[in-house]
């Protein structure tokens, strides 16, 4: 779907995203979110806050899984996943703190592969993602899923690719300070989930939407695995849309 520009398209995700918890609650059932850090969902979640505020939308029956993190990542530190989305959602909402799950980038490595396969399990023992929001990367990554990702990928560590890390770099005052690697959901992980839109922003992002949505289904490509998904949407702006 294009819209005109980014506003309207994040206020028709926010309102979908809320139809569904408010669908959940009456039903008495939990409601769980896949989300995603980056510009693209910002606006979403800030529409989310004022429902929150203006229509009384309640996340008490919400729990959340952040698709990735920063490996080595501190909590505190204002780079990380865990700091934006408590900025830009979790601080304003109220959703109970043990019902928020984000990859830990500030464990021992040792713990790391357990986390990992704790967190896959978990997503399971919720009952699935009801619905998983995702951005794409400029390599075609979701999440931090980079080119070479396998198809059946679950939740593990990744390194990442050298764009990602050009890409990231303003936020880091340098590449230097980039991580070089990250913890994120697999491919498997997210095709699982029930309902997946990604959003997609902007002239920058037009030729790797152009490849996500004709391209052939490729490793090289991961985004191209939501080709195969049969309930995802892809919402664009003029921008993003303008080379389909
Ligand atoms: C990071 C995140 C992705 C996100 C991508 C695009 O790499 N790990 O989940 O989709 O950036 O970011 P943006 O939305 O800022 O373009």
Request: charged residues 25%.
């Amino acid at each position: 779907v294009i819209f005109e520009d980014s506003n309207e398209g994040s206020i028709q995700v926010a309102r979908e995203i809320s139809d569904l918890i408010r669908k959940k609650q009456a039903l008495g059932e939990n409601c769980v979110l896949g989300l995603a850090t980056g510009s693209s969902p910002i606006k979403v979640y800030e529409e989310l806050v004022r429902m929150h505020r203006e229509e009384g939308l309640s996340f008490s029956n919400v729990i959340t899984f952040n698709l990735d993190e920063y490996l080595p990542m501190d909590k505190s530190n204002m780079q990380s996943y865990y700091y934006f989305m408590h900025e830009h959602l979790f601080n304003h909402i109220d959703i109970p703190a043990e019902s928020i799950n984000i990859p830990d980038g500030s464990l021992p490595q040792e713990e790391v592969v357990d986390f990992c396969l704790a967190y896959e399990k978990k997503i399971k023992d919720n009952g699935g993602l009801d619905f998983q929001l995702l951005g794409i990367g400029r390599t075609g990554h979701i999440g931090f899923n980079e080119p070479g990702s396998h198809f059946n990928s679950g939740t593990r560590v990744i390194t990442l690719d050298h764009i990602t890390r050009v890409d990231a770099a303003p936020a880091f005052l340098g590449i230097d300070n980039v991580p070089r690697k990250a913890i994120t959901m697999g491919i498997a992980t997210v095709r699982n989930a029930k309902r997946i839109v990604l959003l997609g922003w902007g002239d920058n992002k037009a030729k790797i939407i152009k490849q996500t949505i004709e391209g052939k289904i490729s490793s090289q490509v991961p985004a191209t695995y939501l080709q195969e998904h049969d309930n995802v949407t892809f919402v664009l702006d003029k921008g993003a849309g303008g080379e389909l």
